[in-house]
């Protein structure tokens, strides 16, 4: 699978160290041949949650059948 950069991609797995769970998006930042992404992942609002170095295999193209979705990255309490 081939990834351009600032192409739109989908988490395919949860990462809880950095806060980020399976379906959240994130923008191609950087490509690393062979098989590395640069991808960053922001709130609603545009602040970076994550920057993070990833294997191809950790994401996946947006299909058309994806819907969006808000939640929040704080704890209640």
Excluded: N, W
């Amino acid at each position: 699978m081939s990834f351009e950069l600032l192409s739109c991609v989908v988490l395919d797995r949860d990462l809880p160290e950095h806060g980020l769970r399976k379906g959240d998006l994130g923008a191609v930042v950087e490509v690393y041949e062979p098989e590395g992404l640069e991808v960053e992942f922001v709130t609603a609002s545009g602040s970076t949650r994550a920057l993070l170095t990833l294997h191809k295999r950790d994401v996946r193209d947006i299909s058309a059948a994806d819907m969006l979705s808000v939640r929040s990255t704080q704890s209640a309490g």
